[in-house]
């Protein structure tokens, strides 16, 4: 009799959570409204052209979904992007391989190892020195920044050799069917991303550490391992949104990425993931990029408001996405 | 506001100051308090004492204002009354002191019993009045406990007995003690009786809850027994024996509640422990456990049991030595005692044992999850059987798996946690309060599981708070007082008096 009441409850519909569809429907909503502020938001370039900038945020917030997810953050990233970029040209102006695409494959691997590196740091920082992570990425953010700031001597660096920059710009500027480079790449990370989270045994882990360190701790698992890994994944992260940044500029200084780990983290909450851990959304991250670069380019097409306002609203949205997500979380 | 009405029946006893008239509380379907009618009278001691889910909690938070009655209603000196928060009780003078220490862990003594009404200087706090008054409020007490150092460095006991005097520093004509003697050694509880003596002097009305029937009998003038969440008896103290209570509680034969105990097991030991310490909270522990047996350890809170056995399982630091089949181990973290095929269950079921906001599958395949992989991946159809069979085997009653572990009620969670746990298949299973805070019939399967996992050759090994429980399913009963192995009782000659006096250390009634 009671054994009843367990059978057949099982739901072929997949339980609908507002809080992760919300950010797409703010997206919906947001190119609406663009294509009433301006009718040339919605063609293909303007949109291909919001993706593909849309792309370095995109691909970092990626990474920083899985770190916030385990209960860490990342202040480092644009820091770490800046330095990644600066070792990655001085490599190819190094000129130690003769074949270009070799050349350039090989930067490209280089790098993709040095940001697992300078995640591992941060990672072995704060799991192993048991500090907290937004202290250890505020140091290495002033380290990372800084190194370059020393191998540019203040100035710069940049790409020298025009045969490397001619074949690298094809990474940003090149298009398979139409559809750009760093589009595929932000798809590629993506799922990647929400693979990892949603389907493997990791992924649970991650969010079992992000939503409650003890219970993972009294489950055997291992925590600062998975925090580490977390940490690492978020490096690659940033070095692959640094592999397809170079050949846009093909030069990287002390401004480059700039506060963007503010911005990445700004994506990574509006998209739905939990600030102190246990829910992450990796497609959420992506729509949340999406709707901060389709707010800055919908200020440069219409006259609303001045741009330089870029960076107010911004903050009200992170305000805002808050808000909504409290909200919903309190109404289910 | 004088003259008797109704419900102060007796005109030579004191008047009535609180009623509850035909209280009711359910929680969704569930009924836990039913038609509840009480009169506390000013310089009145009245116990309320039942087992674990008679619903004595749900009373007090309903008389305390935490949470409303679903029918029924409460009158303060005849005045019916709605109560809206615990702050509005508090400004009638219902004052609840709570079980669980809540002290801002960093703050003094003195800081923690003015807050939110500190005393003045000009624009400053002055810190040396509230210091004085706090320090008098402990002496009350006879304790004379540092009130300028952060609570976090006092004892336990030093903490409950804070609590209580920053509870009783705001004006008070209702004082709920729950739990109050759950932690405090016999002297400090000594100490506090005669406070609640003086209290029932100034002609305060006290409410005491306790599982201690001896203190019940020393302290209270009335005694009132809930059982299932419904009203047994009312009696005058003086005319019930602590046996009598215990029968009122429990209403049935007490041994019915235990399954058969199996013969006590004679292989050799499987876990053998020695010299083992937790530092700060346990030393010198020495201990062996057979297959199939079932060893209980029981003691006052604080006694360092818990401690531990986090410390031998790699939860927190320690050292000693650990045999496992005789081969000498050490376990660095809870995954390799795990591995080795020793399991802890955490008493701290929701902040340590459970994930709350994730489903049951998750939280049942959390510890053993390799071997749920295919690859990176998670085989979730393996985990959906897995969950039918633990729902199967474990009666978790859900009417939808897809809940999360936060939804359940206590008794589920604690099979769920069980089910969890023994995924892994151990040899030595550790099982801390395994049933705090379970309804009576779930407490009774989880005692079923316990026997059975003994009889299929594991060995078990019971933390528990609650003596009656330990004697009537263990093989044999440790006991451990200040961080020490003091005792070990077995066979007939297993009694609370026996356990009471090692756990204690103290001959006879401390309490008098």
Same mark, same amino acid.
């Given at each position: 009799m009671s054994?009843?009441?367990?059978a057949?409850?099982?739901?072929?519909?997949?339980r609908?959570e507002?809080?992760?569809?919300?950010?797409?429907?703010?997206?919906?909503?947001?190119?609406g409204?663009?294509e009433l502020?301006?009718?040339r938001?919605l063609s293909?370039?303007?949109l291909?052209?919001v993706?593909a900038?849309?792309a370095?945020?995109?691909?970092?917030a990626?990474?920083?979904t899985l770190v916030?997810?385990s209960?860490?953050?990342?202040?480092?990233?644009?820091a770490?992007a800046?330095?990644?970029?600066?070792?990655?040209?001085?490599f190819?102006n190094?000129?130690?391989i003769?074949?270009?695409?070799?050349?350039i494959?090989?930067?490209m691997a280089?790098?993709?190892?040095i940001g697992?590196?300078?995640?591992?740091?941060?990672g072995?920082?704060?799991t192993?020195?048991?500090?907290?992570?937004?202290?250890v990425t505020?140091g290495t953010?002033?380290?990372f920044r800084s190194l370059?700031?020393?191998?540019?001597?203040?100035g710069?660096?940049?790409?020298?050799?025009t045969?490397?920059?001619?074949?690298?710009?094809?990474?940003?500027?090149?298009?398979?069917?139409g559809?750009?480079?760093p589009?595929?790449?932000?798809?590629?990370?993506?799922?990647?991303g929400?693979?990892?989270l949603h389907?493997?045994?990791?992924?649970?882990?991650?969010r079992?550490?992000?939503?409650?360190?003890?219970v993972?701790?009294y489950?055997?698992i291992?925590?600062?391992?998975?925090?580490?890994?977390?940490?690492?994944?978020?490096g690659?992260?940033v070095?692959?949104?640094?592999?397809?940044?170079?050949?846009?500029?093909?030069s990287?200084?002390?401004?480059?990425?700039?506060?963007?780990e503010?911005?990445?983290?700004?994506?990574?909450?509006?998209g739905?993931?939990r600030?102190k851990g246990?829910v992450?959304r990796?497609?959420?991250?992506?729509?949340?990029?999406?709707?901060?670069?389709?707010?800055g380019?919908l200020?440069?097409?219409s006259?609303?408001?001045s741009?330089?306002l870029i960076?107010?609203?911004?903050?009200a949205?992170?305000?805002?996405?808050m808000?909504?997500?409290r909200?919903?979380?309190?109404?289910? | 506001?004088?003259?008797?009405r109704?419900?102060a029946?007796?005109?030579t006893?004191?008047?009535?100051?609180?009623?509850?008239?035909g209280?009711?509380?359910s929680?969704?379907?569930?009924?836990?308090?039913?038609?509840?009618s009480?009169?506390?009278r000013?310089?009145?001691?009245?116990?309320i004492i039942?087992e674990?889910g008679?619903g004595?909690s749900t009373?007090?938070?309903?008389?305390s204002g935490?949470?409303?009655?679903?029918?029924?209603?409460?009158?303060?000196?005849g005045?019916p009354?709605?109560?809206a928060g615990?702050?509005e009780?508090?400004?009638r003078g219902i004052?609840?002191v709570?079980?669980?220490?809540?002290l801002?862990?960093?703050?003094t003594i003195?800081?923690n019993?003015f807050?939110?009404?500190?005393l003045?200087?000009g624009l400053?706090?002055?810190?040396r009045?509230?210091?004085?008054?706090?320090?008098e409020a402990m002496?009350?007490?006879?304790?004379?406990?540092?009130v300028?150092v952060?609570v976090e460095?006092l004892?336990?006991?030093?903490r409950?007995?804070?609590?209580?005097?920053r509870a009783l520093?705001?004006?008070?004509?209702?004082?709920?003690?729950?739990?109050?003697t759950?932690?405090?050694?016999?002297?400090e509880?000594?100490?506090?009786?005669?406070?609640i003596r003086?209290?029932?002097?100034d002609?305060?009305?006290?409410?005491?809850?306790s599982h201690?029937?001896?203190?019940v009998?020393?302290?209270?003038?009335?005694v009132?027994?809930?059982?299932?969440?419904?009203?047994?008896a009312?009696?005058a103290?003086e005319?019930?024996?602590?046996v009598?209570?215990?029968?009122?509680?429990?209403g049935?034969d007490?041994l019915?509640?235990y399954?058969?105990?199996?013969?006590?097991?004679?292989?050799?030991p499987?876990?053998?422990v020695?010299?083992f310490?937790?530092?700060?909270?346990?030393?010198?522990?020495?201990?062996?456990?057979?297959?199939?047996?079932?060893?209980?350890?029981?003691g006052?809170?604080?006694?360092?049991r818990?401690e531990l056995?986090e410390?031998?399982f790699?939860?927190?630091?320690?050292?000693g030595?650990?045999?496992?089949?005789g081969?000498?181990k050490?376990?660095r973290?809870?995954r390799?005692?795990?591995?080795?095929g020793a399991?802890?269950?955490?008493?701290?079921r929701?902040g340590?044992?459970? =994930? $709350?906001?994730?489903p @049951?599958?998750?939280?049942l395949?959390?510890a053993?999850l +390799?071997?749920y992989?295919? /690859?990176?991946l *998670?085989?979730?159809?393996?985990?959906?059987?897995a969950?039918?069979?633990a729902?199967r085997?474990?009666?978790i009653?859900?009417g939808?798996?897809?809940?999360t572990a936060?939804?359940m009620?206590?008794?589920?969670q604690?099979?769920l =946690? $069980?089910?969890?746990? @023994?995924?892994?298949d151990?040899?030595?299973?550790?099982? +801390?309060?395994p049933?705090r /805070?379970?309804? *009576?019939?779930?407490?009774?399967?989880i005692?079923?599981?316990i026997a059975?996992?003994?009889?299929?050759?594991?060995?078990v090994i019971?933390i528990s708070?609650e003596?009656a429980?330990?004697?009537?399913?263990?093989?044999?009963i440790?006991?451990m007082r200040g961080?020490?192995?003091?005792?070990?009782?077995f066979?007939?000659?297993?009694?609370?008096?026996?356990?009471v006096?090692?756990a204690?250390?103290?001959?006879g009634?401390?309490?008098?």
């Amino acid at each position: 009799m009671s054994q009843a009441t367990y059978a057949g409850k099982s739901s072929f519909l997949p339980r609908i959570e507002l809080g992760a569809v919300a950010p797409f429907a703010a997206l919906l909503l947001l190119c609406g409204l663009g294509e009433l502020v301006n009718s040339r938001f919605l063609s293909v370039d303007n949109l291909t052209n919001v993706l593909a900038r849309s792309a370095f945020i995109a691909i970092i917030a990626v990474g920083e979904t899985l770190v916030i997810t385990s209960g860490g953050l990342d202040l480092s990233v644009g820091a770490m992007a800046a330095l990644v970029a600066g070792l990655e040209i001085l490599f190819l102006n190094s000129g130690l391989i003769e074949n270009t695409s070799l050349l350039i494959v090989a930067a490209m691997a280089l790098s993709l190892a040095i940001g697992a590196l300078c995640g591992l740091l941060n990672g072995l920082t704060t799991t192993i020195g048991k500090i907290e992570p937004f202290i250890v990425t505020l140091g290495t953010m002033g380290i990372f920044r800084s190194l370059l700031t020393w191998l540019a001597q203040g100035g710069s660096i940049t790409v020298r050799n025009t045969d490397v920059r001619a074949a690298y710009r094809q990474v940003y500027f090149g298009d398979v069917f139409g559809i750009p480079y760093p589009v595929l790449v932000i798809l590629g990370v993506a799922i990647v991303g929400a693979f990892i989270l949603h389907k493997t045994a990791y992924g649970r882990r991650l969010r079992a550490v992000g939503s409650n360190e003890d219970v993972a701790r009294y489950s055997g698992i291992d925590v600062a391992r998975v925090r580490t890994i977390a940490y690492v994944l978020q490096g690659i992260c940033v070095a692959i949104a640094v592999v397809v940044y170079v050949p846009r500029l093909s030069s990287a200084s002390s401004t480059t990425g700039l506060g963007w780990e503010l911005v990445a983290i700004t994506a990574v909450v509006v998209g739905g993931t939990r600030l102190k851990g246990g829910v992450g959304r990796a497609w959420g991250t992506i729509a949340g990029a999406l709707i901060l670069e389709v707010i800055g380019n919908l200020m440069l097409l219409s006259n609303l408001v001045s741009e330089y306002l870029i960076g107010a609203v911004q903050g009200a949205i992170i305000i805002i996405a808050m808000l909504a997500q409290r909200s919903l979380s309190r109404g289910r | 506001m004088g003259g008797s009405r109704t419900g102060a029946p007796d005109a030579t006893t004191s008047s009535a100051v609180l009623e509850a008239v035909g209280l009711s509380r359910s929680f969704g379907p569930v009924e836990v308090l039913s038609d509840i009618s009480l009169t506390f009278r000013a310089g009145e001691t009245h116990a309320i004492i039942g087992e674990n889910g008679a619903g004595k909690s749900t009373l007090m938070k309903i008389l305390s204002g935490h949470l409303g009655p679903s029918r029924g209603l409460l009158r303060l000196d005849g005045e019916p009354i709605t109560l809206a928060g615990p702050v509005e009780a508090e400004r009638r003078g219902i004052v609840l002191v709570h079980q669980e220490i809540m002290l801002a862990p960093d703050l003094t003594i003195a800081e923690n019993m003015f807050l939110g009404r500190e005393l003045r200087r000009g624009l400053a706090v002055d810190d040396r009045a509230m210091n004085a008054r706090a320090r008098e409020a402990m002496r009350a007490f006879g304790v004379d406990a540092p009130v300028d150092v952060p609570v976090e460095r006092l004892s336990i006991a030093q903490r409950q007995l804070a609590q209580i005097a920053r509870a009783l520093a705001a004006p008070h004509r209702i004082v709920i003690f729950d739990e109050p003697t759950a932690s405090l050694t016999p002297v400090e509880t000594a100490a506090l009786l005669r406070r609640i003596r003086k209290l029932k002097a100034d002609g305060v009305a006290v409410l005491y809850i306790s599982h201690r029937l001896e203190e019940v009998k020393a302290i209270a003038d009335v005694v009132t027994v809930l059982r299932d969440g419904k009203h047994v008896a009312t009696r005058a103290a003086e005319e019930l024996q602590p046996v009598d209570m215990a029968r009122m509680m429990v209403g049935r034969d007490l041994l019915s509640l235990y399954p058969e105990r199996s013969p006590s097991p004679t292989g050799d030991p499987v876990f053998a422990v020695s010299g083992f310490r937790a530092p700060g909270y346990a030393e010198d522990a020495s201990f062996s456990v057979r297959p199939g047996e079932i060893l209980g350890f029981a003691g006052l809170v604080g006694a360092g049991r818990t401690e531990l056995f986090e410390a031998m399982f790699g939860l927190r630091p320690g050292a000693g030595e650990i045999r496992l089949d005789g081969a000498q181990k050490r376990f660095r973290d809870a995954r390799a005692a795990m591995r080795a095929g020793a399991v802890y269950l955490t008493e701290d079921r929701k902040g340590k044992g459970l =994930l $709350l906001e994730e489903p @049951l599958g998750a939280n049942l395949t959390l510890a053993a999850l +390799d071997r749920y992989r295919r /690859g990176p991946l *998670i085989d979730r159809d393996k985990e959906a059987r897995a969950l039918d069979d633990a729902v199967r085997r474990f009666d978790i009653r859900v009417g939808d798996k897809s809940i999360t572990a936060g939804q359940m009620s206590g008794g589920n969670q604690q099979k769920l =946690l $069980l089910a969890k746990m @023994l995924e892994l298949d151990p040899k030595i299973v550790v099982i +801390d309060e395994p049933t705090r /805070g379970v309804d *009576i019939g779930a407490k009774r399967q989880i005692y079923e599981f316990i026997a059975a996992l003994a009889k299929e050759g594991r060995s078990v090994i019971v933390i528990s708070s609650e003596m009656a429980e330990l004697i009537g399913l263990c093989h044999r009963i440790l006991v451990m007082r200040g961080g020490r192995i003091v005792g070990e009782v077995f066979g007939d000659a297993m009694t609370e008096h026996d356990i009471v006096v090692l756990a204690t250390g103290v001959e006879g009634d401390a309490r008098s």
